[in-house]
């Protein structure tokens, strides 16, 4: 499954995928694929990085479990594949887009359109059992991506970090705000939306006039 990685990633992550925590975390990964129903399926565990080129990173939107339902998790935060009826989350960032934005709700919850223009779309946690939300995590994924965070804020400037959620905010302290922008709101599920915390935050709207400022071409959300 590790060698499904095409991207310019690959430097930093091949040196990851030789430490111990990870041959201990994979082992563990490789057993449940074999054991259980896991998603996203083995091809896409690492779709976050095929899809967004490191050269091209403006913008990173951090999730934190892939879906657990069947075939809804393409290894995207937050994403589905063509044709699979969008999740509330989902669902919710759409609307919030309509009205910051004024474009129509779209028709795909595939969010590799984002993933190509240079938004990485990271789960704190990579895998996940079929419907059980949670089971793969303190794994040692969380120690994997948080160390992709640190290396995106140390090798990089101006990228636009969308924090959202107590869970996702937790990570504005291994980046840089002296060279990051960050911004942070409630969750877009249901729970958090309709309490308030997460319509009108105008993330992607903020998200592009950062980037314009920045010089660097906006997202076409």
Same mark, same amino acid.
């Given at each position: ?5 095409? =991207? ?6 091949? =040196? ?6 990870? &041959?201990? *975390? ?16 083995? #091809? ?6 095929? +899809? ?5 990173? !403006?913008?990173?939107?951090?999730? $934190? ?6 075939? $809804?998790?393409?290894? *995207? ?15 919710? /960032?759409?609307?919030?887009?309509? +009205?910051?934005?004024? /474009? ?12 190509? %223009? ?18 793969? $995590? &303190?794994?040692?994924?969380? %120690? ?5 965070? =640190? $290396? /995106?804020?140390?090798? +990089? !400037? ?14 504005? &302290? ?9 911004? /942070?709101?409630?969750?877009?599920s249901p729970l958090s939306a309709n309490r308030g915390y997460w319509f009108s935050n105008k993330h992607f709207s903020e +998200?592009? =006039?950062?980037? #314009? ?9």
């Amino acid at each position: 499954m590790i060698k499904n990685i095409n =991207s310019d990633w690959s430097s930093f992550l091949e =040196s990851e995928f030789n430490k111990p925590y990870f &041959k201990g *975390l994979w082992n563990y990964v490789e057993s449940e694929y074999e054991t259980n129903t896991c998603y996203p399926p083995e #091809q896409d565990i690492f779709n976050a990085f095929n +899809t967004c080129e490191f050269k091209n990173l !403006k913008v990173v939107i951090l999730g $934190q479990d892939p879906y657990h339902g069947p075939g $809804q998790a393409n290894g *995207l935060s937050f994403s589905v594949a063509d044709g699979v009826p969008h999740p509330p989350s989902l669902k919710n /960032i759409f609307k919030e887009i309509e +009205t910051d934005l004024g /474009i129509d709700y779209p028709t795909s919850g595939n969010l590799e359109r984002w993933a190509k %223009q240079g938004v990485l779309l990271l789960n704190a946690t990579l895998t996940v059992r079929a419907h059980e939300a949670g089971s793969h $995590q &303190k794994k040692g994924w969380e %120690q994997f991506t948080d160390n992709v965070i =640190s $290396q /995106i804020s140390l090798n +990089t !400037k101006g990228i636009v970090f969308l924090l959202w959620g107590g869970y996702a905010k937790k990570k504005s &302290k291994i980046i840089d705000t002296d060279k990051h922008f960050i911004l /942070i709101s409630g969750h877009p599920s249901p729970l958090s939306a309709n309490r308030g915390y997460w319509f009108s935050n105008k993330h992607f709207s903020e +998200t592009n =006039s950062l980037l #314009q400022r920045n010089k660097t071409v906006e997202i076409a959300w």
